[in-house]
């Protein structure tokens, strides 16, 4: 009994340094660059377009340079502005960032304030596509980290 008495306090302190390690810190937060993605269609406009066509967001930030490397491929629609504007998903909100060129795919790299970059891990930055027929936009997306819609779909 007294050398179970005297080995337990090495045991348990054994048992919390084991379970400390095992306790690593992973995931999006930890790593140097998060992929973000955004579906556009003219569902997600507010109020919603009655729209063909459709466009995907692709992108990739890196935490270090606060760049945001980006690509938009749209089709059914020629765009007369592009831009990511700040939101939640229900409501419309200002330009944030311009895109460089109209043409799928639309390619382009913005370095983030901040702020901007708290609105993208937020989740609240949505790409827009805007059109001479929808002039307030004819399909949009929401930009959300890839694992979050990993995530969000397994719950479904």
């Not at 579906?39 to 377009?49: I, R």
């Amino acid at each position: 009994m007294k050398n179970l008495k005297k080995s337990l306090p090495v045991f348990m302190a054994m048992l919390l340094v084991g379970a400390m390690i095992g306790c690593s810190d992973k995931g999006p937060h930890t790593n140097p660059e998060v992929k973000f993605e955004a579906t556009l269609s003219g569902a997600n406009e507010v109020p919603p377009v009655t729209s063909s066509a459709s466009g995907r967001m692709e992108g990739v930030y890196n935490k270090t340079t606060k760049t945001l490397t980006f690509t938009i491929t749209h089709s059914g629609l020629t765009p007369t502005a592009g831009h990511f504007h700040s939101a939640n998903s229900w409501e419309n909100g200002p330009v944030v960032f311009t895109f460089p060129s109209l043409p799928s795919p639309i390619q382009g790299t913005w370095t983030l304030n901040q702020q901007q970059e708290n609105l993208l891990f937020s989740g609240l930055l949505y790409a827009n596509l805007h059109t001479a027929a929808n002039r307030g936009g004819e399909i949009r997306g929401q930009v959300n980290m890839v694992e979050f819609n990993t995530w969000r779909s397994s719950r479904k």
